[in-house]
């Protein structure tokens, strides 16, 4: 079956209608025979049936009459004159030959029976004829006549053997033809349902293979129509002309459909290039602009350093140390944020801006702080990013310590834990309530997944922090941008971004404290 199916699909269009044309003609044709023998059967064969006993009957009837005939002659009747014999032995002898010696349709008993009546007849005609001439000359005797009468009995039962064996063989031919006779309606019936089956099935093929392929097409068309030239591609079996058209057709579209997507893709692109023209015009006032207002806070805290400087000196020169000391932490903390434009910097310049800022918080609180550095590695050959650990005392000072009447301790834990630098910075302060914290943690986290999905590239520095200043950093209701802070999530983002594998955490309980653990691969100066 798959076989023929495959054949059937390469077949070319116009053969496949000149196929289905020839099956329709092969059943009408099957059809017209069905006819052809039920005409048969009915009027060919029943009519033999009839002919053949009617000339058994017909033999029989004109042998009889010719009987008849000569005894009226001989015995010189007055109804029988010579004209009127001769007549019914003509109808005798034409009876006996009406029917065919063929053995073929008579059978063995017939055609022997048909043969000897022939014969006997042709001996008996001969013998009548004498008799006649006689009996007309007055010199007929009498064993002539008794022989020929004997010859008429022999005649009359042939014939009549002949008509009852030609009615017997019709009567089974009969019996034979009677049932097919009777199913011939359902035998019609069935051929029909069957003919009528087959054209429905190859019509049913033919339509398959041209109808519904065309039907795919102007679907698939209406679609492009409407601008949709992704629509799935037209799918059929045939290999004949129609299957060399979908396929065509399939490749127009996908054709079009990316060309119209390439023409799109390029407008969408010029729209976007004009957009990022208009952004950059706008950033370069914004620089502008920026350029201005950074001259502007350079020259406060330029002016600010050097008053500063100056006024240790006169400090100095008073003796008041205290005060000399707080202004060279102070002068020292502008010196940092000034020259230092680097993304990293030893541990050892972080951890004494670290002291200095100390100095100054512990200057401003006294004794209700307290704070201690204890680190395991050489600070000297480590680096770290810069203006890590200044926002996050700056938030524990202010929010942690400040808060309480009492004070607290910050510390400052920094380890090798297995190729990876660990910095905690941990107060002792009135911590963070879980609900803050946890929006902490969730703007850290959003803000992790955003690098990871922009691809983390390192970042620069940034401005300093300006000590004085809002707290940066600061822990704060509100938003999630206010609560995590400037400074913290600055931190975790530049971390993020410029080393593999770094992680800021952070860890509180209310009344408890609050500790913040930064985790970088551990670098030394030999590694940058």
Known sequence: ???????????????????????????LSV???????????????????????????????ALNREIDA??????????????????????????????????????????????????????????????????????????????????QSYLSGYARKFADTTTQQGNLRYRALFPVVLKVPFIAAAISLV??????????????????????????????????????????????????????FNKMKYATGEYIKA????????????????????????????????????????FLFNTLNVIAGNANLEGAETTEQMIEALSSLFR??????????????ELKISRDYMYLQKMRFGSRVEFEIDSDVDENKVVVPTFTFQPLLENAIIHGISSKVEGGKISVSIRDEGGMLQIKVADTGVGIDEETLESIRRHLQSA???????????????????????????VVAGDDEDTVGIGLGNINKRIRAMYEGAALDIFSRENEGTTVTITIPLLGVEEQ
Do not use: C
């Open 195 to 248: 003919l009528f089956l087959f054209i429905l099935k190859i019509s049913r093929i033919l339509n398959g293979s041209v109808t519904v392929p065309v039907i795919k097409l102007a679907n698939a068309s209406r679609k492009i129509a409407a601008n949709d030239f992704f629509v799935d591609d037209v799918v059929v079996t045939n290999k004949d002309e129609l299957g060399d058209m979908v396929s065509a």
């Open 448 to 474: 992790e997944k955003a690098l990871a999905d922009a691809g983390a590239k390192p970042v620069g520095v940034g401005v300093g922090v300006a000590v004085g200043a809002e707290p940066v950093g600061g």
């Open 336 to 349: 940092y944020n000034l020259k230092n434009h680097s993304k990293e910097a030893l541990l050892s310049q």
């Open 70 to 151: 000569f005894d009226g002659l001989i015995h010189d009747t007055d109804s029988m004159d010579p004209e009127t014999f001769e007549v019914s032995v003509a109808t005798t002898k034409s009876a006996i030959y009406a029917v065919p010696l063929s053995y073929a349709s008579l059978g063995d008993d017939r055609y022997a029976q048909l043969q000897a009546l022939r014969t006997a007849y042709e001996i008996y005609a001969e013998s009548r004829n004498r008799v006649i001439e006689a009996h007309m000359a007055d010199s007929l005797h009498v064993e002539e006549l008794y022989d020929v009468y004997s010859m």
């Open 31 to 61: 059809a017209l025979l069905i006819d052809v023998w039920i005409v048969k059967v009915f009027m060919i064969d029943f009519n033999n049936i009839m002919v053949n006993n009617s000339r058994g009957g017909e033999i029989v009837t």
């Open 1 to 27: 079956m798959k076989k023929l199916r495959g054949i059937w699909q390469k077949l070319t269009i116009r053969k496949k209608i000149s196929l289905f044309t020839i099956s329709v003609f092969v059943a």
């Open 263 to 302: 023409m799109e893709e390029r407008r969408e692109a010029l729209d976007q290039l004009h957009e990022q023209e208009m952004e950059n015009l706008r950033i370069e006032k914004q620089l502008d602009t920026m350029n201005l207002e950074l001259l502007k806070s350079q020259i406060n805290p330029h």
